[in-house]
Every structure is written in structure tokens, then in C-alpha cells.
């Protein structure tokens, strides 16, 4: 079985500083790990994927995010924030190895406030 | 924008009644998968469908189903609605299946009264 815990339910960060996104994963399999970001009223945009290459991984927008398999952890973080950033981000979690096929199984998601 | 497309973007409709949402995968894509966003249970995943042929359940309910026709399109079918059902139902679509990355459409909010 496969589960994702985001730590953090909320997260505040003034604009231009760093943001870091928590996120562990467990897993039975070697998994593939995603982070998606939801605008309000908007469906998710895919941000970065990992698929076991590099373990640090770059995405749009100047997100990306490290995956380390002896903490289960996978982090999401950005150098500096941009008041386009506050949004919903779902760190996700696929486990099947390819002949399967179940969906994702999602955190419940951080909100990211960005202050001015 | 991903490239699905999901009609309708708004549906209200009263307790008891059936309804269909309408899923386009992107051009190419043989999976779609269905989701549901809810409030108190977040994004759990419904069903996923390969090729035409179902290929995962998750949390979906017997009231609902779905299908995937030849032209790979999908629609979700919902039945005997109640107050509990008022969620966001979002489509999603891929390549392959399990490990690829899917590319969520718009989504359709349901309002049930």
C-alpha cells in the first residue's frame, strides 16, 4: 500500500524568501513521486515528477525537489517566492510498476500564503 | 491548459437524480482516470480506465460508473444523488498507466440540492 503525508497543512512565507514544501511517502515498491499545484476554482498543473533518474528533481517555475529514499521524504522547495505562487500543492505518490494500474494517491495537500 | 477537456464546467441538480460528466483525454492518451475533491476527503481517485476496458477501482461508489468509448472519450455517471455527492469530479489522462504522470482537466463542480 502506498500513502503520503504532507506535513504541514499551511505554510507563510514573505515574497522573495525561500519556501519549503514537506512531504513522506511510504511505499511497498520503488515509487514514482509528483508534486501538483491547484490555483482556486482551477484543475492541477503538474509541477515535477520523479521516476528514479536524479534524485533532485527541476520543475516549472523555479520549484524543485529532492528525493531522498533513506528519509522517505520528498521536499518540495523554491528559492524565492512569487505572490503567483499561493496556491494548493499536493505531493502524490504512484507505486505500481508500470503493469498496473491504479491512480495516484494524494496528500491532503499544503496551502502556500505568500505575504507581500 | 493540460489538453483534457471535461464538460460541464457547473451542474446542479436535486437529490435523487442521475447525471453524466464528460471527459476528453488528451490527444493520444490511452488512460483516463476519475477523481473526486472533496472537502472533508480530499482528492481520492474513482476509477481508471485503459484502452476501453476498466482497469482499477478505488473509492467509488455503486451509484456511480463509468465508461470509456472507442474514441477513448469517458463519462462518469452518477446516480441516485445525495447532499454528500456535492464535489469537484476531475478527469485526468495519460500515456500508459501506473507509473506516468497524468494531466488533470478542469474539472466539474456538482452541486446537489
Known amino acids: 500500500a502506498q500513502s503520503v503525508t504532507q506535513l504541514d497543512s499551511h505554510v507563510s512565507v514573505s515574497e522573495g524568501t525561500p519556501v519549503l514544501l514537506r512531504c513522506n511517502y511510504s511505499?511497498?515498491?520503488?515509487?514514482?513521486l509528483f508534486w501538483y499545484v491547484q490555483h482556486p476554482n482551477k484543475g492541477l498543473q503538474l509541477l515535477l515528477k520523479y521516476t528514479s533518474a536524479a534524485t533532485l528533481v527541476k520543475g516549472i517555475n523555479g520549484f524543485e525537489a529532492e528525493f531522498k529514499k533513506s528519509e522517505t521524504s520528498f521536499h518540495l522547495t523554491k528559492p524565492s517566492a512569487h505572490m503567483s505562487d499561493a496556491a494548493e500543492y499536493f505531493c502524490v505518490v504512484s507505486d505500481r510498476s508500470g503493469g498496473g494500474a491504479d491512480g495516484l494517491t494524494f496528500g491532503k495537500g499544503t496551502h502556500l500564503i505568500i505575504q507581500p | 491548459d493540460s489538453g483534457v477537456t471535461q464538460t460541464p464546467k457547473h451542474l446542479i441538480t436535486a437529490t435523487g437524480q442521475r447525471v453524466t460528466l464528460r471527459c476528453s483525454p488528451r490527444s493520444g492518451d490511452l488512460s483516463v482516470y476519475w477523481y473526486q475533491q472533496s472537502l472533508d476527503q480530499g482528492l481520492q481517485f474513482l476509477i481508471h480506465y485503459y484502452n476501453g476496458e476498466e482497469r482499477a477501482k478505488g473509492n467509488i461508489l455503486e451509484r456511480f460508473s463509468a465508461q470509456q468509448f472507442p474514441d477513448l472519450h469517458s463519462e462518469l455517471n452518477l446516480s441516485s444523488l445525495e447532499l454528500g455527492d456535492s464535489a469537484l469530479y476531475f478527469c485526468a489522462s495519460s500515456s500508459g498507466q501506473g507509473r506516468h504522470e497524468q494531466y488533470f482537466g478542469p474539472g466539474t463542480r456538482l452541486t446537489v440540492t
Open positions: 511505499s511497498s515498491y520503488s515509487p514514482s
